[in-house]
């Protein structure tokens, strides 16, 4: 079954609608979340901070204000972005902050997994899609292997791409 636009398409298929932030879904029990910022040679600690809270607060923004299709853009790049920093801490060899990364990646996709609804076709083949690529993370994360994460990211890159042409085709269509 093909929907006619994008937007109906994603209110069919999902079950519930992504209420985390994309900081609540990044955020582990066991640390929090935190903006890294290069601040001036002469800042303090307080404005290091205060830099800080100011784009967590952009970004809270910028989610809260999102409309549901936009934030599944987001959770594509932001998926994409964490592999990238584990790719690199992996070659830096650092296993803790490539663990962290990988780790954000996969709960980013567990939520994307848990709001599809599963009575049709579409959200099975997206669950199989989300699956795999949670499995490939949790392998590259054992094995800190590179070119595991190389061969996940196309995939990401191509549902990241199909919806941003799902939502263009969608706005187009509005417009008339």
């Known amino acids: 079954m093909v929907a006619n636009n994008a937007y109906a398409a994603y209110q069919k298929f999902a079950k519930k609608p992504i209420t985390r932030s994309i900081e609540e879904i990044m955020k582990q029990k066991e640390q929090p979340n935190t903006v890294t910022t290069v601040p001036e040679p002469t800042a303090t600690k307080a404005d290091i901070k205060t830099n800080a809270n100011a784009t967590n607060h952009y970004l809270q923004n910028a989610v809260f204000t999102a409309a549901p299709e936009d934030l599944t853009f987001m959770l594509y790049n932001g998926a994409i972005k964490f592999i990238n920093q584990a790719i690199a801490h992996i070659e830096e060899k ?57 061969e996940i990211i196309p995939y990401i890159v191509e549902l990241k791409d199909t919806w941003s042409q799902a939502m263009k085709s969608y706005k187009k269509e509005i417009k008339r």
């Not at 996969?106 to 009575?119: A, G, H, P, T």
């Not at 949670?134 to 190389?150: D, F, Q, Y």
């Open 94 to 150: 650092n296993i803790e902050k490539s663990h962290q990364a990988l780790i954000k990646a996969q709960n980013i996709f567990y939520e994307l997994s848990s709001s599809l609804d599963m009575k049709y076709e579409l959200s099975e083949n997206l669950k199989s899609i989300y699956t795999y690529i949670i499995e490939g993370l949790g392998e590259a994360n054992m094995g800190k292997s590179v070119e595991k994460l190389r």
